[in-house]
């Protein structure tokens, strides 16, 4: 009886040993993949920056004022002006315009409203 209790124990802690190198095996490939994504999200916040950096360089106002001046006869930009300036509440929205059935298709053969609603849906 002892022998196979022996057996059995001896079994499960293989059993286990295995179960915590696979284990092991899992953990460390998720390290790498972690690491691998914080590199690139480490490369893509670099990237971000030195576009946000281009972006401010190339939106100072001495330097977009000089290209409106240089560019007015083509584009005729002028500065704001506070009166140019409306309140959302004096937004006048289109209404959808209701559309007229043009050409109509053939369900089943029926084309008659009321010979649709009269029809018994199972």
Known sequence: MRGVIYVLTALAVFGLALWAYQENYRTQQVLKETQALQRQIGAAQVRLSVLRAEWAYLNRPDRLREL????FERLGLLPLR?????????????????????????????????????????
């Not at 409106?68 to 560019?71: C, E, Q, S, T």
């Not at 209404?95 to 029809?119: H, N, Y």
């Open 68 to 71: 409106a001046d240089l560019n």
């Open 82 to 122: 506070p009166d140019q300036f409306g309140r959302v509440d004096e937004i006048t929205y289109a209404e959808d315009p209701d559309l007229p059935i043009i050409d109509p298709i053939d369900v089943q053969g029926i084309t008659d409203v009321q010979a649709l609603t009269e029809l018994e849906w199972p």
